[in-house]
Structures are given as C-alpha cells and as structure tokens.
C-alpha cells in the first residue's frame, strides 16, 4: 500500500515563496521518480516537475527558474520549493511516485492567493 501526504500548502502573496513536502509510505522510495503536479479550477491536472531517482529534473516551462523540486530518500520525501508565486500558480498541489504500471497520488495541498 503506498501513501503519499502532501503539506506546506497555504494563502501566498504574489512574489511570496512556499515549500511543499510530499511523505511517502512505500518501500524502495528511492527507485522511484517522484513528481509534482497540479489542478487549477476547471483545468486538467499538468505536470510541475518531475525528479528521477538519479536525481535527473524536469520542470514545465511556467516554473522554471522559480521552482525547485528535491528528495530526502532517507526521509522518503520529496519538496517542491516555488518563489516567486503568480497568481497563475494557484492550484491544488499533488504529489506523486510514477510507477511503470501506474502513478500513485496524494491527497493534494491547496495552494491559494491571498490577495
């Protein structure tokens, strides 16, 4: 059974920065590529980033430079730490283990504008 808990998410002000964690209860956390996605209300959920176990990243194009996605295998956690939040990233927030049979999801961190 694999559980993956999200948290850090919260009200930002544009500009501000937020960190979120991602806890996963599954062996072998370090084999997998983890990921970080997201849902805007009415839109389709879309990748944020990606990182291997290798430690190999992806980023789509609308957080590179301002997101930064990282692991603790010892901690079997995985963080998403964003600067320079736009409104546009308003979202809820999921974490994610991709495995070749099917991606394992969290429950999702909401992350919300403040102003």
């Known amino acids: 059974q694999v559980q993956l808990v999200e948290s850090g998410g919260g009200l930002v002000q544009a500009g501000g920065p937020l960190r979120l964690s991602c806890a996963a209860s599954t062996t072998f956390f370090s084999i997998y590529t983890m990921g970080w996605y997201r849902q805007a209300p009415g839109k389709q959920r879309e990748l944020v980033a990606r990182i291997t176990s290798g430690g190999s990243t992806y980023y789509a194009d609308s957080v590179k430079g301002r997101f930064t996605i990282s692991r603790d295998d010892a901690q079997n956690t995985v963080f998403l730490q964003m600067n320079s939040l736009k409104i546009e990233d308003t979202a809820t927030y999921y974490c994610?283990?991709?495995?070749?049979?099917?991606?394992?999801w969290g429950q999702g961190t909401q992350v919300t504008d403040s102003s």
């Open positions: 994610s283990q991709d495995r070749s049979t099917r991606n394992y």
